[in-house]
């Protein structure tokens, strides 16, 4: 399908999922920071250019060359021992399926980055408390946060009266307003 079609039938899951994909964004940065690896910009970048095209900035995207941009900084989880890796690699992960969806190589699913947003709190969970059970850790305040923003973002899309742009525009906002990334990390 090309992102025209795309763009035109699902510009709010689109933005639904860019809008996780904000709150996944400091896990790289951090790893990258720590470990003096990857490029937080080319993520950025790749952000900022999902938000523009949701929002139906006239401009043409080949998404299939942003998902060769990603592909030099994504981390390499065999090489590393460091817990960071994980959370930095599901971010790439993300990233990569939005541009994949995008670029019409396959559907897209919001369920599909729900559950990654969600794997990648419960593999935090279990370095930090490994001592929680399952339906603990699906009461964690993590987890419990992370529905409340699929919530949030839901609603905020449903309700919103506004044109596709500003809609967008105010996503994004919201989106990049929250102070700590899906997994607690504070952000600059």
Known sequence: ????????????????????????????????????????????????????????????VDFNKQLEKLEPVMPDSENCEFFGVRPAADACVALAMLFDCCAGNQPLETEAFEKLYCSTIMAYLEFVQPELNAEQAQQHELMVDAEAYFAELRQRL???????????????????????????????
């Open 158 to 188: 449903a309700e919103d009266a506004l044109p596709q742009k500003d809609s967008v525009k105010a996503l994004k906002s919201f989106a990049g307003s929250i102070a700590v990334s899906n997994i607690g990390i504070a952000t600059q």
């Open 1 to 60: 399908m090309k992102f025209e079609n795309l763009l035109a039938t699902s510009w709010r899951d689109i933005a639904y999922c860019t809008a996780l994909l904000e709150r996944m964004y400091p896990n790289y940065c951090l790893f990258s920071e720590l470990t003096e690896s990857g490029d937080a910009k080319v993520l950025r970048n790749g952000l900022d250019t999902l938000w523009a095209s949701c929002a139906g900035h006239e401009q043409t």
